[in-house]
């Protein structure tokens, strides 16, 4: 029972150490108080107040041109896919409120599943909430105690979470690095279950994974192969099924993890596979289980944009063409890029240091640009980094206006 | 190999990664007296993995803070391979 108004019932006297859980915190709350002290905008906080289409957008009051979204087709605002989202909310409104194994499975989950197995030629699609899910639900429930994943250490954190829950032994390897790999491999004790997992594009940098060699090591030790191609779904390969399409290795990779957050231009996750016991998965992956559907208009768009992407070609060349003009572009320049040459729809930028980095996003998004920020731990050899990700709706000339962009910005910032 | 053996070997592994030439003994931690990050742990890990073929998984690198564990750890490793 309280009667005080401004004072808790029972007085507020720590004992000991002022510690609270909150302290942990305390380096963190330092350095990003630090760096919005000198007046920075702050990278983490940005609202956009109005999005125009896939490439622009009012971002902190000003007409931006995005370079950071990931959303590599461009398929958020595509006619077709607007117009079944808004079908589906008129035919089964707004949520489904329930799990994918009790009251949550509606006609579109399944049609979107239908539209998943068709577009990677697989017999099993599982649709989860969100890509992160995804990982997190597939790796922990197929790799348990005692079981083996080798991973490489550049990995993506819903990976990485995947892993911890489902308590298995985490072995890392060097970045792309084969050999190493392969050691790992051949030393993990005989009779002991294995998994690899390793993705198509690694999002930090923009680089590809050796996934013909990687993939035929992994099969050599009897070990399950994932992969994660959510930064190259409806681009890389030749029908967009991602980086091993392309590599001619799809028929060894026992499990394809994807994302509807990138090239489908909605919200989701999924897994596809040959497996043919892959279908208990809706049973015991806990990720899947314990939490409520996709909306049904989520899911009717993500199933007509997948199903365009099947015929994508065009876009894919464009976009190809888009990565390969800011690349070189930004080399020429005088910018450092994560790779020599472009290898996906995400281009790199290296920045000396967070400062720099900060102070150059900022300049960026004062002449209209943005980019995304990232900086450690979530980048590898904790760099400072500025990730571009180009979209097949950026057009020849909007390229060649972000280039002038960044040409100003480096200028004035003086990394160039 | 006994365990003076393989704490001769972690030593001479160490060296590189022991930039600051901090005396080691069976206290000697990690991540306080070494100052390891997240990316000398990784090549340190797997310099001692390669010379001793073993696997120093994630999970049981979490349990290992100081230097005499870690010579424990691999010790056991090979006796039981």
Redesign the interface.
Known sequence: MSEGISQPDKPETLEGDSRDLFSKFDDLIAMREGLLATGQEDPFNLVMEKVLSPTRAICNGRDTILLGTYNYMGMTFDPDVVEAGKQALDDFGSGTTGSRVLNGTYQGHKECEDALREFYAMDHAMVFSTGYQANLGIISTIAGKGD?IVLD?DSHASIWDG?AMG?A??????HNDLE?ME??LR??PEGAGKLVVLEGVYSMLGDIAPLKEMVAVAKKYGAMVLVDEAHSMGFIGEHGRGVCEQAGVIDDVDFIIGTFSKSVGTVGGFCVSNHPKFEIMRLVCRPYVFTASLPPSVVATAATSIRKLMRGSNKRAHLWENSKRLHGGLKDLGFQLGTEEPQSAIVAVIMPDLEKGAAMWEALLKEGLYVNLARP?ATP??MTLLRCSLCAEHSEEEVETILGMFERAGNAVGII | MDRAETDQTIRRLIEPFNKKRVAITDATTFAGDLEFDSLTVMDFVAAIEDDFDVIISMNQQAEIETYGQLVDAVHKLQADR
Do not use: G, M
């Open positions: 083996y250490i892993c308590k032994e985490v072995v890392p390897f060097k190493a050691k790992r030393r993990i731990p050899a904790n």
